[in-house]
């Protein structure tokens, strides 16, 4: 878990790439669109209401950049990178609702079949495949940094596999004149977004819960800080993620400060922190003997995390 494991983009270099895959999808959009009436095919049509989401997820996370870069100032002093998760939870929440629309739609298609134009639903479904694909080469380096990076990712992705459902559909109903295929694309389409929806919705909502990072095993972390030499005991331990990628943590340690030097014993534990659990934000306290809050009421760490359960050795 060093720092030499993140291979992300710079965010210079994503917003190059998201703005370039957000122009390419916008454009292709409004084509979709007239495609999708034109030849009367509820998948295609499908796939471009996932371009519009594509789009719209394009845009917030361009704009979550922007806001993300401000300073911090007096009234928000982590500055405004928790943006960033918004943007991927309201991107989540809006997959949800297409793939409802989606299989409502399909519900209503499979009672009423319409006639299907499979040629032009071939054509423009292969376009937008080659769309997807070169946003998904466009966002693929920047995904595992970034939930907003993740978000707009997951979304194109979702939607790349959409056309090459539309096209496969459009094959079937060429060769078999089996206009059915078109509402059975449709919801495979809906159902295959959704568990993607909700990973993403989950990841973001502990985020904003302030929730311990997915990757940090917090009873891992506190052994290691556990077993430096000097440190008695930690209490009044949290971690958790102000955005993808910037993680803080706040501790309580109790150390021996009369045989080891206060200033050593903390650059100790930071270096640990930073080396094995790549965590730079930190806030430490060192006290000689337990405070008040070494209580499991303000110990919100695994079990026997409080002091009540490893109390500090007293020296002779």
Known sequence: MSAGHNHALPKGQNQKYLLIAFVL????????????????????LSDAAHMLTDA??????????????????????????????????????????VAMYILYEAYRRFKSPIEIQSMGMLIIASLGLIINLISMKLLSSGKDASLNIKGAYLEVWSDMLGSVGV????????FTGWTWVDSVIAVGIGFWVLPRTWILLR???????????????????????????????IHDLHVWSITSGKISLTMHV???????????????????????????????????????????DHTFGPPGDSEKDHPPEKSS
């Open 25 to 44: 999808t916008s454009t292709f959009l409004v084509a979709e669109v007239i495609g999708g009436l034109v030849t009367g095919s509820l998948a295609l």
């Open 56 to 97: 719209s997820a394009l845009a917030i996370a361009l704009i979550a950049i922007q806001i993300a870069k401000r300073a911090a100032d007096s009234r928000r002093t982590f500055g405004y990178h928790r943006f960033e998760i918004l943007a991927a939870s309201f991107n989540a929440i809006m997959l949800f609702f």
């Open 167 to 174: 096209i496969a559909g459009a094959l079937i109903i060429r």
């Open 203 to 233: 990841e973001s909502i502990n985020v904003l819960l302030e929730g311990v990072p997915e990757h940090i095993d917090l009873e891992k972390l506190r052994k290691s800080v556990s077993d430096i030499a000097g440190v008695r005991s």
């Open 254 to 296: 109790v150390g021996d400060l009369e045989a080891f030097n206060r200033d050593r014993l903390l650059t100790e534990i930071q270096t640990t922190l930073a080396e094995q659990w790549e965590i730079h934000h930190t806030t430490i306290q060192m006290e000689a003997e337990a405070c008040d809050q070494a209580t499991n």
